[in-house]
């Protein structure tokens, strides 16, 4: 952590694609995708997660390539962005995956904050941590914040390594995402990468990220129902990986 952010040069030439799952965020992803540093990113990948709204026209109309996953789940979405690359990946390989939401609470224009720790100082994983960075007033509910630091105490307690943070603002190298053999469909996804990478004793490290209140209602933190259902399947995805 504190890593020193310094030499943004030749991050375009390291290939780097974003994965962004999506579900009814057309208010929000014309927004995330124009501020993309799109000189840094060879494709962006928007996978549009049975949106009933126009998600997927707005995407498309921004340069990104849209993927429809009907199965709903934050997982699901991400599996599918990564089933696409992998077959890509076979004529046309990349260096780094990146994961983004769609709801313009993430500074898509701090993207070189998470390759530097890759491309420079040999880390695996990076996590963008809204705990560590910038807050907007309300844009971390006191539900999110309590669960982020229950989960990743049990993560340093069980696992042996150190995060302030689940935040879904992520780089991971892609020979090392190809390892994980990710699998959970919903809620689990974010945490469960970062325990896979600690069983794996991959190099993981988190740097300082801006956060703001997102546009639109939270499909989890908006709701109570989303809350509990969000913090078992986290809890239940730390102790079943043991």
Not at 41 to 50: F, G, K, L, Q
Not at 229 to 234: E, Q, R, T, W
Request: proline share 5%; net charge neutral.
């Amino acid at each position: 952590m504190g890593l020193l952010l310094d030499n943004e040069d030749q991050l375009d030439k390291f290939v780097t694609d974003i994965i962004i799952p999506a579900h009814n965020e057309e208010a929000a992803i014309g927004q995330v995708l124009s501020a993309i540093p799109r000189e840094l990113v060879r494709e962006i990948v928007v996978c549009d997660n049975a949106s009933t709204d126009n998600t997927a026209a707005v995407a498309r109309a921004h340069g990104a390539t849209v993927l429809r996953e009907p199965r709903k789940g934050y997982g699901s979405a991400c599996l599918t962005g990564i089933a696409y690359l992998q077959q890509k990946a076979a004529t046309d390989p990349l260096d780094c995956v990146v994961f983004l939401d769609a709801d313009f609470s993430d500074h898509p224009e701090e993207l070189p904050q998470l390759l530097i720790p890759i491309t420079h100082h040999n880390f695996d994983l990076v996590i963008g941590s809204r705990v560590l960075g910038q807050r907007e007033k309300g844009s971390l509910m006191p539900q999110q914040r309590f669960g982020n630091w229950l989960a990743t105490t049990l993560v340093r307690w069980l696992y042996g390594v150190r995060f302030t943070d689940l935040g879904p603002f992520r780089a991971i190298r892609w020979s090392a995402l190809q390892q994980l053999g990710m699998n959970d469909p919903n809620y689990g996804w974010t945490v469960e990468m970062q325990v896979r990478a600690a069983k794996m004793g991959l190099r993981c490290t988190e740097v300082p990220v801006s956060y703001r209140r997102r546009i639109g209602t939270s499909k989890v933190s908006g709701t109570i129902r989303g809350s509990v259902l969000a913090g078992y399947k986290i809890l239940w995805t730390i102790f079943k990986l043991l």
